[in-house]
Nanobody, 124 residues
C-alpha cells in the first residue's frame, strides 16, 4: 500500500510560480513511475507530467511543456512539480499518482495510487 500526500498548492497571480510536492509512505517509492494530473471544475482529469522510476525519463503535456518541470528524490520518497509562468487556465486540483510500470503513463486508469489533491488557483 502506498499513501501519497500533496502539498504546495495555493493562489498565485498569472506569471508566477508554485512548487508542488508529493510525499510517499513506504519503502518502495523507487518501484513506481509517478505522474501529476489535474482536474478543473467541469472537466476530466488530465495528465500533466510523468517521471520514470529512476527519474531518467520525463513526459509532459503539450500545454505545460517548457513551463513545468517534474523531478523526484527517491531517497526522500518525494516527487515535485515546479510550475513557472502560470496561467489562469492552469487553475485546477493537482494530484500525484503512482504506477508500478517503469515508465509513466498519460492514462489515468493505469495508476494504482492517488493522493487527495491540492488546489492551485491562478488569478489573471
Amino acid at each position: 500500500q502506498v499513501q501519497l500526500v500533496e502539498s504546495g498548492g495555493g493562489l498565485v497571480q498569472a506569471g508566477g510560480s508554485l512548487r508542488l510536492s508529493c510525499a510517499s509512505s513506504g519503502r518502495t517509492f523507487s518501484s513506481y513511475a509517478m505522474g501529476w494530473f489535474r482536474q478543473a471544475p467541469g472537466k476530466e482529469r488530465e495528465f500533466v507530467a510523468g517521471i520514470s522510476r529512476l527519474g531518467r525519463t520525463t513526459y509532459y503535456a503539450d500545454s505545460v511543456k517548457g513551463r513545468f518541470t517534474i523531478s523526484r528524490d527517491n531517497a526522500k520518497n518525494t516527487v515535485s512539480l515546479q510550475m513557472n509562468s502560470l496561467k489562469p487556465e492552469d487553475t485546477a486540483v493537482y494530484y500525484c499518482a503512482a504506477d508500478v510500470r517503469v515508465l509513466p503513463s498519460t492514462d489515468t486508469d493505469v495508476y494504482d495510487y492517488w493522493g487527495q489533491g491540492t488546489q492551485v488557483t491562478v488569478s489573471s
